[in-house]
């Protein structure tokens, strides 16, 4: 298996346009999560999603994010308007929850640099 | 609100020394993980921990949790420069929440 794959890898916009962050999971596992990882508050579980459902969102920072999971290989995290402040990167992540989350397998990340 | 404290945050230290990474957390979990992150780069799971007393070991690495102190430890044995990284704990709750990281610097 390819692993979690993330799309881009890096991606640099002019604060006020909108962002698309992608996500494929590995193939087989329930539960995606999205996390933002900043150097001054580390590694922030932003939502994540159980069979496509999200389950808690209540690490979204605001209504500019959202994120969405319309099948079980692909979701999208959507900043819009992006703000200087969003600038981190950002992590998905994926299990197949069996009985426990058991471990986490990351994708590279998306270094994200809004000016 | 589950909350997850490591320390040392950050950690330089010579070839060879033994040191302990300590995880705390505020909950009743007995779920604990470990990983790892290279500098520029994602996260690799080490360990995971399902119960009071799980011991886990891999090279010079060994995790281990104690649920009723609510600690788990990251002991490094005879450090080497390749265990150069930052290490993060995890602990499972109704969700997984992240400590801050212990960036490791080893010496060589």
């Known amino acids: 298996d390819a692993g979690v794959i993330q799309s881009p890898r890096h991606e640099v916009t002019e604060m006020g346009q909108e962002v698309t962050l992608r996500c494929k999971p590995i193939s087989g596992h329930d539960y995606l999560f999205w996390y933002r990882q900043t150097m001054m508050r580390g590694l922030e579980l932003l939502i994540y999603?159980?069979?496509?459902?999200?389950?808690?969102d209540s690490g979204m920072p605001e209504d500019r994010f959202s994120a969405k999971m319309p099948n079980a290989s692909f979701s999208t995290l959507k900043i819009q308007p992006s703000e200087p402040r969003d600038s981190a990167v950002y992590f998905c992540a994926s299990s197949d929850g069996q009985g426990a989350w058991e471990k986490l397998f990351f994708g590279s990340g998306t270094q994200l640099s809004v000016l | 609100e589950l909350k997850v404290e490591q320390n040392p945050l950050f950690l330089s230290m010579q070839e060879g020394k033994n040191y302990t990474i300590y995880c705390n957390y505020s909950t009743t979990s007995d779920r604990l993980y470990w990983y790892r992150q290279d500098p520029g780069k994602s996260l690799e799971s080490l360990f995971v921990l399902l119960s009071n007393g799980a011991v886990k070991q891999e090279g010079r690495l060994m995790a281990s949790l104690d649920t009723k102190a609510r600690l788990s430890t990251l002991h490094i044995t005879a450090a080497v420069h390749d265990l150069s990284a930052t290490y993060f704990c995890a602990v499972e709750d109704d969700k997984i929440i992240f400590g801050k990281g212990t960036r490791l610097h080893i010496l060589p």
């Open positions: 999603f159980n069979n496509n459902v999200p389950i808690d």
